[in-house]
């Protein structure tokens, strides 16, 4: 298995542009989220999806949108990007919760975008 | 929502010493507490978590302990290596296995 799978790795972008980033995930998990990691903050939700059709947001949701069309797939969408938006962005997959609880978040291996 | 505090954000400490890092949070309801490391440039990566049926979990040279009345938690390393370096983060559960985080501690271990 090829766990969860991220890209572009690295991308620069300039203000007012647009682009999507890919994750897809192998483990047939039904919970996916994407996080963003400034220096000194941590990681923050910005959305998450319990299975396909079914989105909701996080703790700093504004400036992204997500879908799930797919168990596989999870896009992030920046529809117009600001340099507020330079961060590492994670994507994160976990099987659906056991009756005792939240289960193990897997993590992508991250890009790292710029936004000039 | 759930608020992490983590403490403290930088330490530093010699090999063979042990690390102390501490968490506590907020929500009375949360039953799940995973520690993640990050080395530079990589993901996080889950190295223990403890549920709240539980005081202390332990895996070789790390444990967690939790103190429910008190609202936290804490990460345990013994005998640190200079391979512990990195950064490791503390968390709780927020909605459908989702985490809120700490904000890291940077764990430099010298030889």
């Known amino acids: 298995n090829a766990g969860v799978t991220q890209t572009p790795k690295f991308q620069v972008l300039k203000t007012g542009q647009s682009m999507t980033l890919q994750c897809a995930q192998d483990?047939?998990?039904?919970?996916m989220s994407w996080y963003r990691q400034d220096p000194g903050m941590g990681l923050r939700l910005i959305h998450y999806?319990?299975?396909?059709?079914?989105?909701d947001q996080g703790e700093v949701p504004n400036g992204y949108n997500v879908s799930r069309s797919t168990t596989e797939d999870f896009p992030l969408r920046l529809l117009s990007a600001a340099p507020s938006q330079t961060s590492v962005y994670f994507c994160?997959?976990?099987?659906?919760?056991?009756?005792?609880?939240?289960?193990?978040?897997?993590f992508g291996p991250g890009t790292r975008l710029t936004v000039l | 929502g759930e608020n992490v505090e983590q403490h403290p954000s930088t330490l530093s400490v010699q090999e063979g010493d042990s690390a102390v890092i501490k968490c506590t949070y907020s929500d009375s309801a949360s039953n799940y507490f995973p520690w993640y490391k990050q080395e530079l440039g990589k993901r996080p990566q889950l190295i223990i978590d403890i549920r709240s049926n539980v005081g202390e979990k332990k895996d070789q040279r790390i444990a967690v302990t939790l103190n429910k009345t008190a609202k936290h938690f804490s990460l345990h390393i013994t005998e640190t290596q200079p391979e512990d370096s990195a950064v490791y983060f503390c968390a709780a559960p927020r909605e459908y296995s989702t985490l809120t985080f700490g904000k890291g501690t940077m764990l430099l271990v010298s030889p």
């Open positions: 483990m047939n998990h039904e919970y």
């Open positions: 999806s319990v299975g396909a059709g079914i989105t």
């Open positions: 994160a997959s976990s099987p659906t919760r056991l009756a005792g609880g939240p289960n193990e978040q897997f």
